[in-house]
């Protein structure tokens, strides 16, 4: 059965500071997987989505890299502001039609 | 920006109604998903459309949900019976392209509440 795990669960930092957020699947057999964002009430925006030939894909201040072997992608962002509060979460796509998703790691930037 | 649009944003019922909701997908996008959230979770999937065709079905779609694309235009999904379980965010996501190799990209959602 395919999991996906994120830690943390929840993160608060002071802003303009770098920092990374972590996503383990445990099916070797991934296709892609992609980041997104979600606000309160909102549907998740697309942030990055890296294909299973690829090891990193860049967005401006958003870098997503992917490590097949050991399971796990990381998404770094660079100088943290506060509009970057929100709930990041990973999802890993299979050979099937569907995603996993991660539970989400929620993210505070404080001014 | 024609994104993905979801109706109704909010819909409280009681137990035992039916529950339909709808989802248009931007326009060119050929692909279709149901996801199901609840608090503190990502989504769940629940089922799958490729143009008019329903490709694939989640085992969490019990025989009370179903799922029609007609036209492979818009979608709704409906519940029948609502259940207290029920209770959680309903998503759409659509995408382009043969495979899910795309990126998805998701409307604001339905939020049911089952009294």
């Known amino acids: 059965k395919q999991e996906v795990t994120q830690i943390p669960a929840a993160l608060s930092v002071p802003e303009g500071e770098n920092l990374v957020l972590n996503c383990s699947f445990t099916?070797?057999?991934?296709?892609?997987l992609q980041w997104f964002r979600q606000d309160p009430g909102k549907g998740l925006t697309s942030l990055l989505l890296i294909q299973s030939s690829q090891r990193e894909q860049t967005s401006g201040r958003l870098n997503a890299s992917l490590d097949k072997s050991s399971g796990r992608s990381t998404l770094y962002i660079a100088a943290s502001q506060p509009g970057d509060s929100a709930t990041y979460l990973c999802a890993q796509g299979g050979y099937g039609q569907n995603f996993v998703f991660g539970p989400g790691t929620r993210l505070s930037v404080l001014p | 920006d024609t994104g993905v649009s979801q109706d109704p944003r909010h819909k409280i019922t009681k137990r035992g109604q039916n529950v339909t909701f709808r989802c248009d997908p931007i326009s060119e996008h050929n692909r279709l998903y149901w996801y199901r959230q609840t608090l503190g979770q990502g989504p769940e999937f629940l089922t799958y459309f490729q143009n008019e065709a329903q490709l694939e079905k989640s085992r969490l779609l019990s025989d009370r949900f179903s799922a029609e694309r007609p036209k492979g235009s818009f979608s709704t999904l409906e519940i029948q019976r609502t259940e207290q379980g029920d209770s959680a965010m309903y998503l759409c996501?659509?995408?382009?392209?043969?495979?899910?190799?795309?990126?998805?990209?998701f409307g604001d959602g339905t939020r049911l509440s089952i009294l």
């Open positions: 099916d070797s057999a991934i296709y892609n």
């Open positions: 996501a659509s995408s382009l392209g043969r495979d899910n190799n795309q990126p998805q990209h």
